[in-house]
């Protein structure tokens, strides 16, 4: 005998565990797509991270390159201020850089513009930069604010600078360095007594009317010694007064001295426990002495230095910058026509509105001690033979025949008068100041 269920199956129910497998097929491959979408979504995510990364990576070294080639030529154009020859496309640093250096204006003003282009992977970045370029201060033998000429053979150690024109074709070669054409600003010139202290300073004046007469003052304007027409504060010194109120002072060392401007005796004694003798010739007296010829030389075998300081300017302007500006200052010419050497205490030889000489040995400053000399207007060493140690600075133009040398010297700046030594700019190393700095678009690689 047969049995059966006693409770019968509908088709559905037969069918069911079929239908289940279906669905957690379908729901297994629904979320493995979206595992995979997922999946696919990342590492495009990653990707494109990656290659911005790099991107970037690639454009900041593009324009570290760019501002280090503009630093690089910052450096050569601190050593030498006429470099304009740039760089053309150098590989560094696994990219290439190029830079492009010319002179121009910032808003009127004389500037130097720096073009740097990068290229580091697919990415290019260009830099430019205006900038006023100021070379060390250190280190300069002569300094001209206008223009500088030589003529024969001239011997440099150091540097020569002209804000003007250089010619320097006939510096001996290797024997310093040169350069012009921007603008270097040395300290101004005092020749107020104040601005001398611890020195005995005197002013030599003199008038033609009523009668010729020269005047030795003190450093307050009070007459220590006159001396009228005829007669003379030494016997090496001969003087006389024009028509046009030019005093003519001719001082002639002859013989092993005392000389006229010794400083340890005679009229221009240095006094009490003061350190130098500073001589003003170029004062004046208003309508009665306007300006002063000085004539130094020498006659037989003298031996004797200069140890004052000589001036023989004087200053008309109102602020510091007038004090820069040739137009500023009036005076008389000093014409050096033997052989004379300058050996200044103070380390100023002198402060003069034109400095001659003519045609024999000259000297200013010696190996032991150096010297600042201060033209207030033009250099002319036209010929002759002439040997500096120390430095020269002319407000205007410089003209060097042959047999000169000029050797920069360090020494006479610890020793320069305060109005000096703090403003001098030796020991700084170069600045360059930026006018404007700018990234435009980079320019198409040429």
Same mark, same amino acid.
């Given at each position: 005998?047969?049995?059966?269920?006693?409770?019968?199956?509908?088709?559905?129910?037969?069918?069911?565990?079929?239908?289940?497998?279906?669905?957690?097929?379908?729901?297994?491959?629904?979320?493995?797509?979206?595992?995979?979408?997922?999946?696919?979504?990342?590492?495009?995510?990653?990707?494109?991270?990656?290659?911005?990364?790099?991107?970037?990576?690639?454009?900041?070294?593009?324009?570290?390159?760019?501002?280090?080639?503009?630093?690089?030529?910052?450096?050569?154009?601190?050593?030498?201020?006429?470099?304009?020859?740039?760089?053309?496309?150098?590989?560094?640093?696994?990219?290439?850089?190029?830079?492009?250096?010319?002179?121009?204006?910032?808003?009127?003003?004389?500037?130097?513009?720096?073009?740097?282009?990068?290229?580091?992977?697919?990415?290019?970045?260009?830099?430019?930069?205006?900038?006023?370029?100021?070379?060390?201060?250190?280190?300069?033998?002569?300094?001209?604010?206008?223009?500088?000429?030589?003529?024969?053979?001239?011997?440099?150690?150091?540097?020569?600078?002209?804000?003007?024109?250089?010619?320097?074709?006939?510096?001996?070669?290797?024997?310093?360095?040169?350069?012009?054409?921007?603008?270097?600003?040395?300290?101004?010139?005092?020749?107020?007594?104040?601005?001398?202290?611890?020195?005995?300073?005197?002013?030599?004046?003199?008038?033609?009317?009523?009668?010729?007469?020269?005047?030795?003052?003190? #450093?307050?304007?009070? &007459?220590? !010694?006159?001396?009228?027409? /005829? $007669?003379?504060?030494?016997?090496?010194? *001969?003087?006389?007064?024009?028509?046009?109120?030019?005093?003519?002072?001719?001082?002639?060392?002859?013989?092993?001295?005392?000389?006229?401007?010794?400083?340890?005796?005679?009229?221009?004694?240095?006094?009490?426990?003061?350190?130098?003798?500073?001589?003003?010739?170029?004062?004046?007296?208003?309508?009665?002495?306007?300006?002063?010829?000085?004539?130094?030389?020498?006659?037989?075998?003298?031996?004797?230095?200069?140890?004052?300081?000589?001036?023989?300017?004087?200053?008309?302007?109102?602020?510091?910058?007038?004090?820069?500006?040739?137009?500023?200052?009036?005076?008389?010419?000093?014409?050096?026509?033997?052989?004379?050497?300058?050996?200044?205490?103070?380390?100023?030889?002198?402060?003069?509105? #034109?400095?001659?000489? &003519?045609? !024999?040995?000259?000297?200013? /400053? $010696?190996?032991?001690?150096?010297?600042? *000399?201060?033209?207030?207007?033009?250099?002319?060493?036209?010929?002759?033979?002439?040997?500096?140690?120390?430095?020269?600075?002319?407000?205007?133009?410089?003209?060097?025949?042959?047999?000169?040398?000029?050797?920069?010297?360090?020494?006479?700046?610890?020793?320069?008068?305060?109005?000096?030594?703090?403003?001098?700019?030796?020991?700084?190393?170069?600045?360059?100041?930026?006018?404007?700095?700018?990234?435009?678009?980079?320019?198409?690689?040429?």
């Amino acid at each position: 005998m047969t049995t059966s269920d006693p409770t019968p199956r509908t088709n559905a129910q037969i069918g069911a565990p079929d239908n289940q497998r279906g669905m957690a097929m379908i729901t297994v491959l629904i979320f493995s797509l979206v595992f995979i979408i997922g999946m696919l979504a990342f590492f495009t995510v990653a990707g494109y991270e990656a290659n911005q990364a790099e991107v970037r990576e690639h454009t900041t070294r593009a324009f570290f390159l760019a501002d280090g080639a503009i630093e690089r030529a910052k450096a050569e154009l601190l050593r030498d201020g006429r470099w304009d020859d740039g760089y053309a496309w150098t590989n560094a640093d696994g990219g290439r850089y190029k830079l492009t250096v010319s002179n121009t204006t910032w808003q009127g003003q004389p500037a130097s513009r720096f073009y740097a282009e990068s290229v580091f992977g697919r990415s290019k970045r260009d830099v430019e930069v205006f900038a006023d370029i100021s070379p060390p201060g250190f280190g300069i033998a002569i300094l001209a604010l206008g223009s500088i000429t030589t003529r024969g053979n001239v011997s440099l150690v150091g540097h020569a600078h002209a804000n003007g024109d250089m010619d320097g074709n006939h510096f001996v070669p290797g024997s310093g360095t040169f350069d012009g054409e921007y603008v270097l600003t040395p300290p101004p010139a005092f020749t107020e007594p104040d601005s001398f202290p611890g020195a005995t300073y005197y002013f030599v004046t003199a008038e033609r009317v009523p009668s010729k007469t020269l005047f030795v003052k003190d #450093r307050n304007g009070d &007459t220590l !010694a006159s001396f009228p027409f /005829g $007669t003379s504060p030494h016997s090496e010194i *001969t003087w006389d007064i024009n028509n046009a109120n030019v005093l003519t002072f001719d001082y002639k060392l002859n013989g092993p001295g005392p000389h006229a401007l010794d400083d340890s005796l005679g009229v221009f004694i240095r006094q009490g426990a003061d350190s130098a003798v500073v001589i003003n010739f170029g004062q004046g007296t208003p309508t009665k002495h306007v300006a002063t010829n000085l004539i130094v030389q020498a006659s037989g075998n003298v031996a004797a230095t200069i140890k004052p300081t000589i001036i023989n300017a004087r200053f008309t302007g109102t602020t510091n910058e007038d004090r820069l500006n040739k137009g500023f200052w009036v005076g008389g010419e000093i014409d050096l026509k033997t052989a004379t050497t300058f050996a200044p205490r103070l380390c100023v030889s002198g402060i003069f509105k #034109r400095l001659d000489k &003519t045609t !024999a040995q000259a000297a200013i /400053g $010696t190996p032991s001690r150096p010297c600042l *000399t201060y033209i207030m207007g033009d250099v002319d060493w036209s010929a002759g033979q002439f040997t500096m140690y120390g430095t020269l600075i002319a407000l205007g133009n410089m003209l060097f025949g042959g047999g000169t040398n000029l050797n920069y010297d360090s020494g006479f700046i610890s020793c320069l008068p305060p109005s000096f030594r703090d403003n001098w700019p030796a020991g700084t190393s170069g600045s360059m100041k930026v006018l404007e700095w700018r990234e435009p678009p980079p320019i198409p690689i040429s």
